[in-house]
C-alpha cells in the first residue's frame, strides 16, 4: 500500500475499532480546535496543504486492498476544508472509492460533505459529523475556523434526508466546558430524529491542547490535576470521571431510543454497536 494505510492510533490499547483503512486527503486543517491533537505531530498542523498528487498510488491501493474493510475519511484533518470547494480533491476520492467499490466512513465538521450527497448516496457511505457543544459562541471559541454547530447539524439532517446514515459524535468532551446534560439534551433533540448513533470520547489531553485550552477558558487550568492517567502520549482523566461523564451521557441518548458507543476508552460495557458508526455502512 502506498496512499492507504490500516488505521492504527498509535497501537492505542484502548481503541476498538475494526480493522479499517485511512487516508487524508489534505494535510494540515483549517478548523483549528483548541483541543486538536495534531498539532503535536504535524507541523503547521492548521495550515492546509495539498498533498503531492496521489490518485494514480490511490487507484492501485483501492485495486489490491481488501474490500471487506472500509477506508476512513480521514483521521487527523478534516477531509472538507475550504480549499475543498475548488480542489475537489476529497470528491475525487469519493468518486473513486466509489468506482472500486470501497466503502468509506466520513468524519467531518463541515457542510460541504453536502456538496457531495448525490455520490454518497449512490455507495457504501457513512457520515460521521462531530458537534461538540450546540452553543454557538462556544463552539466558535472551541473551534474557530469550523462551521457553527446549526450548520453543521442542518447538513446532517438533509444527509439523512437523501438516505444517507449520520452518526453524531461529541468528541471530546471537556470537564467544565461542554459536559451539561441540559447542552447533550439539546444535541439530542436536534439530531434524534435522523441520527443513527451517538459517539462519545472525553478529551485525551496533550501538551499544547492544554495551553491552548487554557488561554481561552482560563477555569479549564482548574480541571488539570483530574488528567492524571499517561496513556500513551495522551493524559486522560481519571477512569471513575470518564466512566461518570460517559454513562450520563448515555443514559440521555437512550432516552431518545438511539444507541451509543465511546471511542477509545475502555468501556466497552458502554458501547451498544461499533464504536466509529461503521455498523451502518450497509444499509
Ligand atoms: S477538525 Fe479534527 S483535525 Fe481538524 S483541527 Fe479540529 S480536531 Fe483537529
Known amino acids: 500500500m502506498r496512499v492507504l494505510r490500516f488505521f492504527d492510533p498509535w497501537k492505542g490499547e484502548l481503541c476498538t475499532c475494526p480493522p479499517k483503512y ?10 483549528r480546535c483548541l483541543y486538536c491533537y495534531i498539532s503535536s505531530f504535524i507541523p503547521r498542523a492548521f495550515e492546509v496543504r495539498e498533498k503531492p498528487p496521489f490518485f494514480s498510488a490511490l487507484i492501485k ?11 476512513s475519511l480521514s483521521n487527523s484533518s478534516d477531509p472538507y476544508p475550504p480549499v475543498e470547494r475548488e480542489r475537489g480533491i476529497t470528491q475525487k ?26 455520490l454518497l448516496s449512490k455507495m457504501q457511505a457513512v457520515v460521521s459529523m462531530t458537534v461538540t457543544t450546540p452553543d454557538r459562541a462556544k463552539a466558535q471559541l472551541l473551534e474557530p475556523g469550523a462551521p457553527s454547530p446549526q450548520e453543521r447539524l442542518h ?4 444527509l439523512a434526508q437523501r438516505g444517507i446514515p449520520v452518526v453524531l459524535r461529541i468528541d471530546p468532551i471537556i470537564p ?27 478529551l485525551k489531553l496533550r501538551w499544547d491542547t492544554a495551553k491552548r485550552l487554557s488561554r481561552v477558558f482560563p477555569k479549564f487550568q482548574k480541571t488539570l490535576p483530574f488528567y492524571s492517567e499517561k496513556r500513551g502520549n495522551s493524559l486522560y482523566l ?20 438511539l444507541p451509543f458507543s465511546t471511542c477509545r476508552e475502555g468501556f466497552l460495557e458502554l458501547n451498544d454497536c461499533k464504536c466509529d458508526g461503521s455498523e451502518f455502512l450497509n444499509q
Open 155 to 158: 447538513a446532517c439532517a438533509l
Open 238 to 257: 481519571e477512569r471513575r470521571i470518564r466512566f461518570t461523564l460517559l454513562s450520563s451521557l448515555r443514559e440521555i441518548v437512550h432516552s431518545f431510543s
Open 61 to 71: 491501493d483501492l485495486r489490491e486492498c481488501d474490500k471487506s474493510l472500509y477506508l
Open 93 to 118: 476520492v469519493l468518486e473513486l472509492c466509489r468506482s472500486e467499490g470501497m466503502p468509506v466512513l466520513i468524519l467531518t465538521k463541515s457542510p460541504l460533505v453536502l456538496r457531495d450527497a448525490g
Open 22 to 31: 485511512t487516508l487524508n486527503p489534505y494535510t494540515g486543517c483549517a478548523h
Open 176 to 202: 467544565g466546558i461542554n459536559d451539561s446534560p441540559e447542552e447533550w439534551l439539546q444535541l439530542l433533540k436536534e439530531a434524534a430524529p435522523y441520527a443513527k448513533q451517538i459517539i462519545a470520547s472525553t
